[in-house]
């Protein structure tokens, strides 16, 4: 049982969003009103953490939904990185401080709420209100829409051509071997096979693939390539959704603070999104393979492979325009329509929390009480 406040706002904060629900973060509390959050990244075996930006992002969607959290207490958060901390091992410094407006946050209600959406949604077009309320979610930001059948087409195919180096690539393979917890409805730290968004024959066909990278690859040679699964995770719900998004910063980001600040308005944009009756799906391997083009940076031993990712890259470009596709944080779909019945958990608040004499006092101060 969490009696303390601070338990409580970190047992409802951890509900944040993490890329294939790695959830990067251990909590370290200090006191009653103080805490360090330990940033980590996942770039040394994730093709996708690109210089560990996947997970900085993730970790300011867990700033803000801890600020959001702390409200629910009569609490305001006040959070900064430490400065010295390495990028790949970051800390936060979390302060808590009695708020004076001691209603809770309006979107603290959507935190539980919110999850991934893989599957098909209603194509009914966003209302004008929806979307004013979403762009105002995220100041700071802009939104870019896609809109109405031709631009869906175009996203969902743009998305599929992606997916085909993301399914072909040795070097997302052990992340795609790794993330899935199989014949699973719930998963506290991996994505269950229910949430994927592949029928169950398709499931079982991954399943036995995934187990050794030559199958994968005997799949994507026969049997249709990868055309079947591409089907299934991009192109027909890159169609079946209201509208692709691109959330797009001021200026191109490049430092933490940056990827952190964005992670923030990601999680803001979702949990409004939520509040509306909407559902989302990140749609991040298009902004991430394009940043590896622009920098010169080889992330494949496939030729091919990497010629392809540079002819998408310009191909976002013109899609958003060259400053915006550089300045793009995240891209996703979103629709209206029901939250999905298979998603992922989080681990318990014990195995989240990193030992320090305060956590030990607070332990026992709750036994006692
Ligand atoms: C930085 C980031 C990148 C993500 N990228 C994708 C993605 O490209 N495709 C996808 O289906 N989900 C993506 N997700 C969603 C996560 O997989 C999902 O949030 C996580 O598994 C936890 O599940 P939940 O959101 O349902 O709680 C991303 C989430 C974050 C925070």
């Known amino acids: 049982m969490n009696i303390f406040p601070i338990q409580r706002i ?16 251990r909590f370290q509390v200090l006191g009653k009103d103080r805490l360090h959050i330990l940033g980590h990244d996942t770039r040394a075996h994730c093709v996708y953490d690109l210089d560990g930006h996947a997970s900085q992002i993730a970790q300011g969607a ?5 600020a959001i959290a702390a409200t629910t207490e009569g609490l305001r958060a006040d959070m900064a990185r430490k400065t010295s901390s390495a990028d790949s091992a970051p800390v936060y410094e979390i302060t808590l401080t009695a708020h004076q407006d001691s ?19 209603s194509s009914r077009p966003l209302s004008e209100a929806h979307k004013d309320a979403l762009s105002s979610s995220v100041t700071g930001y802009r939104i870019l829409w896609f809109e109405g059948l031709a631009q869906r087409w175009n996203m969902a195919r743009f998305m599929a051509a992606n997916a085909k180096n993301r399914l072909t690539m040795p070097e997302a393979y052990p992340t ?3 993330i899935i917890e199989w014949n699973a409805q719930f998963s506290d730290d991996r994505v269950p096979d229910r949430a994927v968004g592949v029928d169950p024959l398709t499931t079982r066909l991954m399943r ?10 005997f799949l994507n040679t026969w049997l249709g390539g990868t055309w079947v699964p591409r089907l299934q995770l991009d192109l027909i719900p890159g169609l079946r959704c209201a509208a692709h998004f691109a959330l797009v910063a001021e200026q191109e980001p490049s430092t933490i603070d940056d990827f952190v ?17 909407l559902v989302l799906q990140p749609e991040m391997t298009p902004v991430i393979f394009s940043r590896y ?17 540079a002819r998408l890259a310009k191909r976002l470009e013109r899609q958003l325009g060259t400053s915006m596709a550089r300045h793009t944080v995240a891209m996703g779909r979103l629709g209206y329509g029901p939250l999905p019945s298979s998603r992922s958990l989080r681990l318990p608040l014990c195995r989240l929390l990193v030992a320090s004499d305060q956590t030990s006092q607070l332990a026992a101060e709750a036994q006692n009480q």
């Open 176 to 178: 795609h071997r790794d």
């Open 293 to 309: 083009i622009r920098q010169g940076r080889n992330f494949t031993s496939v030729p091919a492979i990497h010629d392809r990712a």
């Open 10 to 25: 970190l047992a409802l904060a951890r509900w944040a969003p993490s890329g294939d629900n790695t959830q990067p973060w």
């Open 208 to 217: 036995w693939a995934l187990q050794r990278w030559e199958r994968v690859r």
């Open 103 to 121: 209603r809770p946050h309006p979107l603290a209600a959507m935190i539980e709420k919110r999850a991934v959406q893989r599957r098909a949604m």
């Open 62 to 66: 867990l700033l803000e939904t801890l």
């Open 261 to 277: 600040m964005a992670g923030r308005s990601l999680q803001r944009l979702w949990l409004t999104a939520t509040s509306l009756g």
